[in-house]
């Protein structure tokens, strides 16, 4: 049982190429979400998805995108990187609703860009 | 909307002693979970308690306690004997009961545990 996994767990962009973070749970949780974590901001939810097939957007969308194609996994995209995205990437899961409601964090992608 | 206000950047406290971070929340919903994270230097972000609204008893884990005082909106994080491997950053963290309610996380505290 691994948890939450993400992969890769670092990278370097220059300005304008673009990737993709992909998250991973094995814990057939229905809820996953994406946060971006900078310095005294502390968690920023990015996007969020209820289900296979959903997404839904957080505090801090702009610039990403996100597809949920299978319950367990959950993409990032970036299409064209900006320096205002180098920060650190966190995926979660939840099981979601009847009284479950804590988040399991994957390990982090710590991303730059240039 | 949801907020979560953890006032002291960072504490500092000797291995073995107890240590309280303090967390207040606002919000207008009855009924809510509220949480706290540990996040070492290796950066993987730990759950280490719960605490249902409904509940009145405290939760407690081990050497972790919660002092959740719902009408002050209060949820402060007591750490007992203190060890060297609790120096992390601590996030206090709320969300409200209900399909598509989001996890709203305080800006964190830095502890530091002295030898």
């Known amino acids: 049982n691994a948890g939450v996994t993400q992969t890769p767990k670092f990278r370097v962009l220059k300005t304008g190429q673009s990737m993709t973070l992909l998250c991973a749970q094995d814990?057939?949780?229905?809820?996953m979400y994406w946060y971006r974590q900078d310095p005294g901001m502390g968690l920023r939810l990015i996007h969020y998805s209820v289900g296979e097939g959903t997404t839904a957007k957080g505090e801090v969308p702009d610039g990403y995108n996100v597809s949920r194609l299978k319950k367990q996994n959950f993409l990032l995209g970036l299409e064209s990187a900006a320096p205002s995205q180098t920060s650190v990437y966190f995926c979660?899961?939840?099981?979601?609703?009847?009284?479950?409601?804590?988040?399991?964090f994957g390990p982090g992608t710590r991303l730059t860009v240039t | 909307a949801q907020t979560v206000t953890q006032s002291q950047p960072e504490m500092s406290v000797q291995e073995a002693e107890t240590v309280t971070l303090s967390c207040t929340y606002d919000?207008?919903?009855?009924?809510?979970?509220l949480f706290w994270y540990k996040q070492p230097p290796s950066r993987q972000m730990i759950l280490v308690i719960r605490q249902e609204a409904y509940k009145q008893q405290n939760a407690t884990e081990n050497r972790f306690s919660v002092n959740f005082q719902k009408a002050a909106k209060s949820f402060s994080l007591k750490i007992s004997d203190s060890q060297l491997g609790d120096t992390a950053m601590y996030f206090c963290?709320?969300?409200?009961?209900?399909?598509?309610?989001?996890?709203?996380f305080g800006k964190g505290i830095t502890l530091s545990v002295r030898p």
């Open positions: 963290a709320f969300i409200r009961t209900g399909a598509n309610s989001k996890l709203t």
């Open positions: 814990m057939n949780h229905e809820y």
């Open positions: 979660a899961s939840s099981p979601g609703t009847g009284g479950r409601r804590e988040q399991y």
């Open positions: 919000t207008s919903e009855n009924n809510y979970y």
